[in-house]
């Protein structure tokens, strides 16, 4: 039973019993269970170890001998992004080529990108990838360059005359727009910029949400990330104490006047983007101290025939025990909070208030209902509206990409064009939302969100990392060894060229020793940690002697 599977394997992790978990055929519904609860998920007939000897025999004047030989020459890799699917390319090469270097560059003085800025700090057992990650780090062949910004501080074509090939791992930055009229008003924000600002992001810390003035929050979208914003928000700081959210925004979240969520999707439970991990934890959760409700109230549960998926139906069944009123835990007794989930309702307009036309007072929401359109659900508007009153809204809609100057890029799909890693340099249909640059770039390669959209969860990245890389490794083979042996040495420049700049840049032990100053200041605050969310403060702490 996949469920029970996922509590039992939430309870080990958690007390430590085990710490990786390997399925040996990918069952949808168990994997979509338990993944969130392990380090590392590997299918094994998905990711295969890989071969990097090759054995064959080689005759002498006596006699005919059986030499070992590497399947692939010398070589420097650059990883730019150091997030999961950054950290997994870097495992997959390391394993696959013993002579193989490596070089992280990451924008920001710390690793970990998601991990660290995205997953939600109640969620701690996810977050303990970055153990694993930082195992990596400490390989020899491993170089960690924080504070490098690709572009600015090297260049794009600088970086690929330094190494044998390089991949590029960032992820979406950018939330989509609703386009909307009124979405430009004060109280207006996107998810990511909240989930940022609560996991310590050095760029939106300081940002002020004014929550003690505050009652109804609204949140546009029905994924995973939209009940991480309203978990958070709902809860009470006590429950969040020894998470790694820094001090400062605890005390924020701790005067916050947040007495409803309203949590708002186009189409209808069975369209639900959210996993039953997250749905159970916000509904049954001990520290949830809020009342859940489901508008319409006359929601449609009925499963359709044709849908077999365990996992569906068993969302569906949480739903309706929340809509019967079985989700109601009685741990608490006062000051009750709620929690509403809208069901077929669009934002159509976010309304200013009649004495400030700048701030937010309520969203008109257009009525649907759902249509089976050349093969999917869609979302078809009635005609009938509703306006709901909220003074904050979040909206947790997706993500785009942003264009990496020199790189061919698909306006389109917001995503580096290419064929399972391999960078695209080329547009034999001429299509008008993909540009090309006029210089190619040789060897080069995408991982992550930047190759395939913001789709997935951590452990997505694994098989999209392996992937890249086993394409990265039979073309690997083709390149001239001299010329490969050139690289590798070349990739060494990258020091002196960051020194002469006098780029401030953050390497392995400057990170350890961020790593080791949050963790001691959050010891003595009973925390996971304390986060540093100042780039400068950062910089300062790597560089002490």
């Given at each position: 039973?996949a469920e029970?599977?996922g509590?039992?394997?939430?309870?080990?992790?958690k007390?430590?019993?085990?710490?990786?978990?390997?399925?040996?055929?990918?069952?949808?519904?168990?994997?979509?269970?338990?993944?969130?609860?392990?380090?590392?998920?590997?299918?094994?007939?998905?990711?295969?170890?890989?071969?990097?000897?090759?054995k064959?025999?080689?005759?002498?004047d006596?006699?005919?001998?059986?030499?070992?030989?590497?399947?692939y020459?010398?070589?420097?890799?650059?990883?730019?992004?150091?997030?999961?699917?950054?950290?997994?390319?870097v495992?997959r090469?390391?394993?696959?080529?013993k002579?193989?270097?490596?070089?992280?560059?990451?924008?920001?003085?710390?690793?970990?990108?998601?991990?660290?800025?995205?997953?939600?700090?109640d969620?701690?057992?996810?977050?303990?990838?970055?153990?694993?990650?930082?195992e990596?780090?400490k390989?020899?062949?491993?170089?960690?360059?924080?504070?490098?910004?690709?572009g600015?501080?090297?260049?794009?074509e600088?970086?690929?005359?330094?190494?044998?090939s390089?991949?590029?791992?960032?992820g979406?930055?950018?939330?989509?727009?609703?386009?909307?009229?009124?979405?430009?008003?004060?109280?207006?924000?996107?998810?990511?910029?909240?989930?940022?600002?609560?996991?310590?992001h050095?760029?939106?810390s300081?940002?002020?949400?004014?929550l003690?003035?505050?009652e109804?929050?609204?949140?546009?979208g029905?994924?995973?990330?939209?009940?991480?914003?309203?978990?958070?928000?709902?809860k009470?700081?006590?429950s969040?104490?020894?998470?790694?959210?820094?001090?400062?925004?605890?005390?924020?979240?701790?005067?916050?006047?947040v007495?409803?969520?309203?949590?708002?999707?186009?189409?209808?439970?069975?369209e639900?983007?959210?996993?039953?991990?997250?749905?159970?934890?916000?509904?049954?959760?001990?520290?949830?101290?809020?009342?859940?409700?489901?508008?319409?109230?006359?929601?449609?549960?009925?499963?359709?025939?044709?849908?077999?998926?365990?996992?569906?139906?068993?969302?569906?069944?949480?739903?309706?025990?929340?809509?019967?009123?079985?989700?109601?835990n009685?741990?608490?007794s006062?000051n009750?909070?709620?929690?509403?989930?809208?069901?077929?309702?669009?934002?159509?307009?976010?309304?200013?208030?009649?004495?400030?036309?700048?701030?937010?007072?309520?969203i008109?929401?257009?009525?649907?209902?759902?249509?089976?359109?050349?093969?999917?659900?869609?979302?078809?508007?009635?005609g009938?509206?509703?306006?709901?009153t909220?003074?904050?809204?979040?909206?947790?809609?997706?993500?785009?990409?942003n264009?990496?100057?020199?790189?061919?890029f698909d306006?389109?799909?917001?995503?580096?064009?290419?064929?399972?890693?391999?960078v695209?340099?080329?547009?034999?249909?001429?299509?008008?939302?993909?540009?090309?640059?006029?210089k190619?770039?040789?060897?080069?390669?995408?991982?992550?969100?930047?190759?395939?959209g913001?789709?997935?969860?951590?452990?997505?990245?694994?098989?999209?990392?392996?992937?890249?890389?086993?394409?990265?490794?039979?073309?690997?083979?083709?390149?001239?060894?001299?010329s490969?042996?050139d690289?590798?040495?070349?990739?060494?420049n990258?020091?002196?060229l960051?020194?002469?700049?006098?780029i401030?840049?953050?390497?392995?032990?400057?990170?350890?020793?961020?790593?080791?100053?949050?963790?001691?200041?959050?010891?003595?605050k009973?925390?996971?940690?304390?986060?540093?969310?100042d780039?400068?403060q950062?910089?300062?702490?790597a560089?002490?002697?």
């Amino acid at each position: 039973n996949a469920e029970y599977m996922g509590e039992l394997l939430m309870f080990l992790v958690k007390s430590n019993k085990i710490q990786s978990v390997f399925l040996l055929k990918r069952q949808t519904n168990i994997f979509t269970n338990v993944t969130r609860y392990f380090t590392t998920e590997v299918s094994s007939d998905s990711v295969s170890e890989p071969v990097q000897i090759r054995k064959r025999r080689v005759k002498t004047d006596e006699n005919e001998v059986l030499v070992e030989e590497s399947l692939y020459p010398p070589a420097s890799f650059a990883v730019v992004g150091s997030g999961p699917a950054g950290f997994y390319t870097v495992q997959r090469i390391l394993k696959a080529h013993k002579q193989a270097k490596v070089d992280i560059f990451e924008k920001l003085p710390v690793p970990f990108g998601l991990v660290r800025f995205g997953v939600a700090p109640d969620h701690q057992e996810t977050k303990a990838v970055q153990n694993q990650f930082n195992e990596l780090l400490k390989d020899h062949r491993c170089r960690f360059f924080g504070n490098v910004v690709i572009g600015k501080d090297i260049t794009v074509e600088e970086l690929h005359e330094n190494y044998t090939s390089v991949i590029y791992s960032i992820g979406s930055g950018v939330e989509s727009h609703l386009n909307i009229k009124g979405e430009k008003l004060k109280g207006v924000f996107s998810a990511g910029e909240f989930v940022a600002w609560y996991s310590g992001h050095p760029d939106y810390s300081k940002m002020n949400f004014d929550l003690r003035n505050i009652e109804s929050v609204s949140v546009i979208g029905m994924g995973n990330v939209a009940l991480d914003v309203a978990r958070i928000l709902l809860k009470s700081v006590d429950s969040l104490n020894k998470t790694d959210i820094p001090t400062h925004i605890l005390d924020q979240l701790a005067e916050s006047k947040v007495r409803e969520v309203h949590v708002i999707g186009r189409r209808g439970p069975l369209e639900a983007a959210f996993t039953n991990p997250e749905l159970r934890e916000i509904i049954f959760s001990p520290e949830c101290d809020w009342k859940s409700y489901i508008e319409p109230q006359n929601i449609n549960f009925q499963i359709p025939s044709e849908v077999k998926e365990r996992a569906i139906k068993r969302k569906v069944e949480l739903l309706q025990q929340m809509q019967l009123g079985g989700h109601e835990n009685h741990f608490f007794s006062e000051n009750k909070k709620k929690l509403v989930f809208h069901f077929l309702r669009s934002p159509i307009e976010f309304i200013a208030r009649k004495d400030n036309q700048e701030k937010l007072d309520s969203i008109l929401l257009a009525h649907n209902k759902l249509e089976h359109i050349n093969g999917s659900v869609k979302a078809v508007p009635t005609g009938d509206n509703s306006t709901l009153t909220t003074q904050t809204i979040f909206k947790s809609i997706g993500y785009i990409s942003n264009p990496i100057t020199g790189l061919p890029f698909d306006q389109s799909k917001n995503i580096i064009p290419n064929t399972l890693g391999r960078v695209l340099w080329e547009n034999p249909t001429n299509e008008k939302n993909i540009f090309i640059p006029e210089k190619k770039l040789n060897r080069t390669y995408v991982a992550g969100w930047i190759k395939r959209g913001p789709t997935g969860i951590i452990g997505t990245n694994l098989w999209d990392a392996t992937q890249t890389v086993d394409v990265l490794l039979e073309d690997l083979k083709k390149i001239d060894l001299n010329s490969a042996k050139d690289l590798e040495i070349r990739s060494h420049n990258i020091v002196k060229l960051l020194e002469k700049r006098n780029i401030k840049f953050v390497d392995l032990n400057g990170w350890l020793k961020i790593q080791q100053y949050e963790e001691k200041t959050g010891e003595v605050k009973g925390k996971v940690r304390e986060k540093l969310v100042d780039v400068d403060q950062m910089i300062k702490v790597a560089y002490t002697t």
